[in-house]
């Protein structure tokens, strides 16, 4: 498999993790979220997710930084692809690493998160600026399996913090 092959495959996960909010290691993730693919005449289960209620503008602007990690997952995704490692590191750390949480407002949101939230967050971001470690070691190594495997982790804590949490 190439490496475009395999970051194209890579972006349509994270993409599916995000937008259907499902687990990535939870062996119950079926039944606790609404299957998208259920036929209009069943019910949809009930969505267990723990509920987080922010300010209205907070919310806007947590809404907002996970559209842009989105975003952000999709550019390292077409940089990996392009061997721009350099440039995957540097989308990571920036946008999605331990260096953007206060470019995010990190600290405005956290009163409001639960500590699991918070730990999510945190760990997501950790794992970010691991992979921009890596990431730009890839072209040294002539190797982008781990900067592969640490961006698989990034994208596990995002969809772990979205089978576990919803903001209204």
Not at 10 to 37: V, Y
Not at 85 to 102: D, H, K, N, P, Y
Request: charged share 20%.
């Amino acid at each position: 498999m190439t490496v475009k092959a395999f970051a194209i495959g890579l972006a349509a996960t994270a993409m599916l993790g995000f937008t259907s909010l499902g687990a990535a290691d939870s062996a119950e993730a079926p039944h606790r979220m609404h299957d998208h693919h259920q036929h209009e005449t069943q019910h949809p289960m009930e969505d267990t997710r723990t509920l987080v209620d922010l300010p209205e503008d907070l919310r806007s602007h947590m809404l907002a930084n996970m559209r842009d990690h989105l975003l952000a997952l999709q550019q390292i995704q077409d940089a990996l692809a392009r061997d721009e490692f350099e440039q995957a590191a540097q989308i990571a750390e920036q946008r999605l690493g331990m260096t953007s949480l206060e470019r995010h407002g990190a600290h405005e949101m956290a009163p409001f998160m639960p500590e699991q939230m918070r730990m999510t967050g945190t760990a997501m971001h950790r794992a970010a600026s691991q992979f921009a470690l890596t990431a730009g070691d890839a072209s040294a190594v002539g190797d982008v399996r781990p900067a592969l495997a640490d961006l698989a982790r990034v994208t596990a804590q995002c969809v772990a913090c979205h089978e576990a949490f919803r903001v209204q």
